[in-house]
């Protein structure tokens, strides 16, 4: 292609401003550094770009050498989202388990400690938290990632999430507004709608974000979905009417708009991510998010040749652009005068509560000492004994069941309680399973072993719930511990809802079958 531009004009530099791309590798190429000098100023890290926190931190030291006040986002939830942990597991339960326990004290103190190890990293804006609700219990891409389905509950922990990070000087990305639980399509794919109407949008979706923005959230980002209530047309991310009018005008925000992934389906193959960027800005965002999936040098330059060639014909208004790249390197200055490395957290919470619910303290020991991450996992999860119910004494087989993760998750981070099983019960095996016959297989892996069964959203696979049908029909003392979202009712001998499949719920479930 042919570039227009040159790379040294304001109007070049403040198109590269708007712009956080990705890029492979776990060092920065050298178009990367070069597009630094020219005016970008961020930078998004996906699992791709992680090996070590050590590396990290070099990596960041090597784009920081080039740019000092450059901003290093991540996606970063915590729980199933995790990309510093991409290939172990996140050391933090996320969203829902912290909704369980609802203790917006504790959740501030995991927002804390992870902002903390980000910022240790060199990270300064993390995509996180979500403030989506979730009101749709078959949402295939928010479930375990929302604090839960009540309005205040989910408002109150977003507002504690984002100070516990930005204490840490990483500045918090509330997402995806304006809400994105009420949806049963998942925007990588597909153009979700939302047909609520304006009275629902404002006493649900909107409440949470109401409760970021006085919490002093950075930025927000938008979600690709359609809304007819509040713009028939266009999608949240190029809807000036939503982004302006909305979240600007009525809802009092100053900070960084910041889209969602522009090369996920709702936007790349209805608008293309080249219209739809310039129709992004020119709606209000600041920033374009690219790279989840586009994370090469043409992409960037598209881009940038996109919103110079749109600002020259008139398509964006030049003071837009501007508009938003000062909001860009307004944050950057932020981050670059707050960001400090304070020392963990430390918060005292209960022992896994072995028949009561999230967040009980009975029977509860003192967990002084433990890591803040899998104290929260421990308090999260809620344990039903059934009729069966036998202490699991011996190395068990652990079938998984396991379905297709979605792509903010990845099939990269491990998932389960196997490994942490192992390690407390030697000679523990485990296999996966999925489809129609995972039921039969898995009896016929285990043989005359205890079954384990570990499911993700039972309610949401029909083959899922049939195989847990079978094996409890064939073994009645078979523990079944449940990962996703705990909507079906407690079924075996030993129930566990870890509400989340990260390392440290799984090793908390792992606690609580071996009665450690």
């Not at 050498?65 to 729980?79: K, N, P, S």
Request: glycine share 10%.
């Amino acid at each position: 292609m042919t570039t227009i531009a040159s790379g040294t004009d304001t109007l070049t530099r403040d198109a590269l401003a708007v712009l956080q791309p990705g890029f492979t590798g776990t060092s920065a190429p050298s178009w990367l550094l070069r597009r630094l000098g020219e005016g970008l100023a961020s930078v998004g890290l996906f699992g791709r770009n992680i090996a070590t926190p050590a590396q990290v931190a070099a990596l960041t030291a090597q784009l920081r050498a080039e740019r000092d006040d450059v901003l290093v986002a991540i996606d970063e939830e915590g729980g199933d989202v995790t990309r510093l942990e991409v290939r172990t597991g996140s050391s933090f339960p996320g969203n829902h388990a912290l909704g369980a326990v609802d203790d917006t004290a504790l959740t501030e103190a995991v927002a804390h400690e992870l902002g903390r190890r980000l910022a240790a990293c060199g990270v300064n804006l993390n995509w996180a938290p979500s403030a989506d609700i979730n009101s749709n219990v078959d949402n295939p891409v928010i479930g375990v990632r929302s604090f839960g389905a009540d309005t205040s509950l989910v408002a109150r922990h977003t507002a504690a999430y984002v100070s516990g990070l930005q204490s840490a000087g990483v500045a918090a990305c509330t997402k995806h507004f304006p809400g994105h639980g009420d949806t049963a399509v998942d925007s990588h794919h597909a153009m979700p709608r939302i047909d609520a109407e304006l009275a629902v949008l404002e006493s649900r979706e909107l409440v949470p974000f109401r409760a970021a923005i006085e919490a002093g959230t950075r930025a927000v980002m938008s979600a690709h979905i359609l809304v007819p209530a509040l713009d028939p047309v266009h999608p949240a991310t190029l809807s000036r009417r939503i982004l302006t009018g909305l979240l600007r005008e009525e809802l009092g925000y100053d900070g960084l708009i910041v889209t969602d992934g522009m090369e996920m389906q709702a936007i790349s193959a209805t608008y293309g991510i080249e219209r739809g960027s310039v129709l992004a800005i020119a709606a209000g965002a600041d920033a374009i998010c690219v790279g989840g999936g586009l994370s090469d040098e043409p992409t960037v330059l598209r881009l940038r040749d996109a919103l110079v060639a749109a600002v020259r014909s008139g398509d964006l208004p030049e003071e837009r652009l501007a508009d938003a790249a000062a909001r860009v390197r307004a944050l950057a200055a932020w981050t670059a005068s707050t960001q400090t490395t304070t020392p963990s957290a430390s918060v005292n919470g209960g022992a896994p509560g072995r028949t009561s619910g999230p967040g009980s303290s009975s029977g509860a020991g003192s967990a002084a000492g433990a890591h803040v991450g899998l104290v929260a996992a421990r308090r999260a999860l809620t344990v039903t004994r059934g009729a069966h119910f036998a202490p699991v004494t011996e190395a068990p087989y652990v079938a998984a069941l396991t379905p297709v993760a979605n792509i903010a998750v990845g099939d990269e981070t491990p998932w389960g309680v196997a490994a942490e099983l192992r390690r407390l019960l030697p000679g523990t095996e485990t296999g996966s399973f999925t489809g129609e016959r995972a039921g039969a297989e898995a009896l016929a892996a285990a043989g005359s072993r205890r079954v384990v069964a570990v499911v993700r959203d039972a309610h949401r696979h029909t083959w899922m719930a049939e195989a847990l049908d079978i094996l409890l029909a064939a073994r009645p003392d078979t523990v079944v511990v449940e990962m996703g979202v705990p909507q079906s009712p407690p079924r075996g001998a030993l129930h566990i809802a870890t509400h989340g499949a990260a390392r440290v719920c799984g090793l908390a479930a792992a606690e609580a079958i071996a009665g450690a």
